[in-house]
């Protein structure tokens, strides 16, 4: 039988005794030996660069360990206790879920009103609008980082220059030096950065609502806004569950943005739980890595992380199954 | 049975095939089987012949922090060989972020070389002497190789020493990390009328306030460094080394009065206050606290900055950006009240070169360790990696750069040797870690930037921060104790040491 070619099933009944689980096992692997051939470098890799890391980060999260040599000081749930009652961490903690909650909260709704304009088919160059909006998203965070952090300095930055040309301004505004001003602006520019991402999210929901309803609606004298929140909102409520989800889970990582515009600072203001890990990890105040220390951080976010997530996923399903009993 | 095992020995081509490949793509650098095998041409071939039986071979493991390091030493085992034929130099090198584990590795293997480098300073050094990698060379060096070096390079506060044995050879000058000179712009300084830099805290504080009052955004006083605490540290060490004598540390997280044995952030705060009184009234260019090291450059270079405390291989950075700019390098100001006190360093020598305790080569490996101690040798590394080394004569007749001679000045005016916390009782090497680590969060370096940049009283925290960080000593200094290492507050006390002269003990 040629690779590929479909297999009728075998009864029980058909006189041949039955295969163990194991031996039915073998059998199957026998028979897609390819799939698992092509599948195994990726398996490889994964084991060894995503698996074993996460696996190893919770054996090092009980050592005091400077990653030199093996871990040895074995110190059971001690990095956790430290991590646990330092309020930078809380800090970089509160920090990062500020980062995904703007972005749900602020980005996400204007996403959907950019996308409901740009879906009008007779907008004139609304591809191009499209584009301009969709660039940042494929640009390299580092290099925006960098660029804003030179278009935002005080002393000679080109934002500053303008305003204070213009008269707006009489001394120039410190939007990354501020310990209250670093974390909006930080935040303004990741929004500004990724509001692409949401847009087309929205804009795959609002083609799937057909058009005959808002022929309806408008026959029955609905006005635009009205459309936007009786027919619009409804429809692209299940979507929006999941476009919240993956807003929320990809802005909690704005590690690239925050090391390349303010490394944290000023003093911690802007500190994220992946510099906080990172400079215990590769550049520890101290002097010698604390890697245990860092997976442990690591840790206590990804379980949180995971809290969040498992939430959402409830409420979406409650949100689901509520809808299904209105219907 | 038989699918088993065919299961498996696909599985394991499959592994070894990765495993090929990815060692065709490596770097074959690394490691210890590096010491073992090495690589065709990484070692210095160029000796004359001598017979297989009198020829020793010396495999010498290095840094490669930079590019031409590798180049440099295997043309220095060279000249080495043409003079002793019957030793064999194999240099094996290592990029630095790899090279403490590869030497970890290659010594658990047996396979240690014999000639290493010590890199990561003094918790490095206690490392290689504790795992018994070094061999001591109090045996090996005489009144005659000692006295190539300057006064305390081997004496037994030197660095070169753990528990009183000679662990390495030394190279460079070690206060050229440790200066902290005052960087200004001359033509500035001049325009705004003054001729000379700032001596004094009040001359400094007038200066940079005159300067920015008048500068009218397009010129500042002054600037610190402040994205990380660590570059912050910079201005406080600088502008406290004439503080209160006897207090160690002003850079770092383990700020201790060494006359007492206690925690002191206290005595920094006059500095810390200087600073906070400049950024509270706009005399600091703005944005500082985001800046690091390049963005002061920038800054400086573009002549928008008079003055900065910095570190000394700014110097040459500074000129990449703008080699014609007037720039003056002088000792930071003092106290107005005078000078109590000199930027701590607590040696003038660190081991670089040590020897291996599993060495079968020890008699030639001596002889690679006295060619690294050799003026010819630190000659010629200081005209290779630009970098002061311990002998004065090594330099001499070599052009020194304008800035360097600036720079050597100023290590000399403000650099003294001090005690270091471990002087006294080296058992404290094995729970230093464990102190720093312990130290309250956020660390003092933090709580000074925190209380510039958000104009909060620095008396306040740091005397806060004494009370919890002693508190931290304490438990630290119990913890070891019942671990059954012999340490108490009593050794980190020097009560004899006079702060304004050398601490030496030969």
Same mark, same amino acid.
Not at chain 1, 91 to 119: C, K, R
């Given at each position: ?26 059998? +199957? ?196 806004? +009205? ?101 | ?315 040459? $950075? ?187 003990? $030969?």
């Amino acid at each position: 039988m040629g690779y590929g070619t479909p297999q009728q099933s075998i009864p029980a009944s058909a006189g041949k005794a039955p295969l163990s689980k194991r031996a039915e096992l073998f059998k +199957q692997i026998k028979k897609h030996r390819y799939h698992y051939l092509f599948v195994l470098p990726m398996l490889v890799f994964f084991a060894a660069f995503t698996l074993w890391p996460m696996i190893a980060s919770w054996y090092y999260s009980f050592f005091n360990w400077d990653g030199i040599g093996w871990p040895t000081d074995f110190i059971g749930l001690g990095n956790f206790r430290e991590v646990a009652s330092d309020p930078g961490f809380w800090s970089a903690f509160m920090n990062t879920f500020l980062f995904a909650l703007t972005h749900v909260l602020i980005q996400m709704p204007l996403a959907l009103i950019v996308a409901v304009i740009l879906n009008n088919q007779f907008l004139a160059g609304r591809n191009v609008y499209r584009l301009l909006l969709f660039v940042p998203v494929i640009s390299t965070t580092a290099v925006i980082g960098v660029i804003f952090s030179i278009l935002l300095n005080p002393l000679g930055g080109a934002i500053n220059e303008m305003l204070l040309g213009t008269g707006l301004i009489n001394e120039p505004i410190n939007f990354l030096g501020s310990t209250t001003l670093a974390l909006p602006t930080l935040l303004a520019v990741s929004v500004w950065k990724s509001f692409g991402t949401p847009m087309i999210y929205w804009l795959a929901g609002l083609q799937t609502i057909p058009g005959e309803l808002y022929e309806a609606a408008k026959i029955d004298g609905a006005s635009k806004v +009205q459309s936007f929140f009786r027919i619009t909102v409804p429809m692209l409520a299940p979507i929006g569950l999941v476009i919240t989800l993956l807003t929320f889970i990809n802005n909690l990582d704005p590690f690239d943005l925050v090391r390349t515009m303010t490394e944290g600072g000023p003093v911690k203001a802007t500190d994220v739980v992946q510099t906080y890990i990172f400079r215990y990890a590769f550049e520890p105040e101290s002097g010698s890595s604390r890697y245990g220390f860092a997976s442990a951080a690591g840790i206590l976010f990804s379980l949180a992380v995971l809290v969040v997530v498992i939430i959402q996923a409830l409420t979406g399903k409650v949100a689901r199954r509520s809808g299904t009993k209105g219907a | 049975m038989t699918r088993k095992r065919s299961l498996i020995g696909s599985l394991t081509a499959v592994f070894a095939l990765t495993g090929i490949l990815a060692g065709c793509g490596g770097n074959n650098n690394a490691g210890s089987g590096g010491a073992a095998t090495p690589p065709s041409g990484s070692a210095a071939t160029t000796a004359p012949a001598a017979t297989a039986a009198e020829v020793q071979k010396v495999n010498f493991s290095i840094v490669s922090a930079r590019p031409g390091d590798e180049a440099f030493y295997k043309e220095q085992m060279d000249i080495f060989m043409k003079a002793n034929p019957e030793v064999k130099v194999t240099v094996i090198a290592n990029p630095t972020e790899q090279y403490n584990n590869a030497l970890q590795l290659s010594f658990a293997a047996n396979e240690g070389p014999d000639i290493f480098f010590i890199e990561g300073g003094q918790p490095q050094a206690r490392t290689v002497y504790d795992n018994k990698w070094v061999e001591p060379l109090d045996s090996y060096i005489d009144d005659a190789f000692v006295a190539r070096f300057p006064e305390g390079a081997f004496s037994r506060t030197s660095q070169t020493r753990v528990n009183g044995e000679v662990i390495g050879i030394p190279v460079r000058d070690p206060r050229f990390d440790k200066v902290r000179p005052l960087y200004y712009n001359k033509t500035i300084l001049e325009q705004y009328g003054y001729s000379e830099p700032p001596k004094t805290h009040s001359e400094f504080v007038a200066a940079a306030t005159k300067i920015t009052k008048e500068g009218k955004g397009q010129v500042y006083g002054f600037a610190m460094m402040g994205k990380a605490p660590a570059v912050f540290g910079l201005s406080v060490s600088g502008l406290g080394s004439g503080l209160e004598g006897g207090v160690i540390g002003y850079e770092g997280n383990t700020i201790i009065n060494l006359k007492t044995g206690q925690f002191s952030a206290k005595s920094a705060t006059p500095v810390v206050e200087i600073l906070r009184q400049l950024n509270a009234q706009k005399i600091v260019a703005p944005g500082w606290e985001n800046w690091d090291t390049a963005q002061m450059h920038q800054q400086f270079a573009a002549g928008r900055v008079a003055m900065f405390i910095g570190a000394a291989w700014q110097a040459e $950075e500074i000129r990449k950006l703008n080699d014609g700019m007037d720039m003056g390098i002088a000792a930071a100001p003092v106290p107005d009240a005078g000078r109590s006190g000199y930027r701590d360093t607590p040696t003038i020598a660190e081991p670089r070169y040590a020897m291996s305790a599993q060495s079968k080569s020890k008699e030639g490996a001596w002889k690679v360790l006295d060619f690294l101690g050799s003026v010819e040798f630190e000659r010629a590394n200081y005209e290779y990696a630009k970098e002061l080394v311990l002998m004065p004569a090594a330099m001499e007749g070599i052009a020194m750069s304008a800035d360097m001679e600036q720079i050597v000045k100023v290590m000399d005016e403000t650099i003294r040797m001090a005690p270091a916390v471990n002087t006294n009782n080296q058992n404290y090497d094995q729970f230093s870690k464990s102190i720093s680590d312990a130290m309250p969060k956020p660390k003092i370096q933090e709580v000074f930037l925190k209380a510039v940049v958000s104009n909060e009283d620095p008396v306040a925290l740091a005397e806060d921060y004494d009370a919890k960080a002693n508190k931290v000593i304490d438990e630290q200094i119990k913890i070891a104790n019942n671990g059954g290492i012999d340490f108490s507050r009593e050794d980190l006390k020097y009560p004899d040491w006079n702060p304004m002269e050398n601490y030496i003990i $030969e």
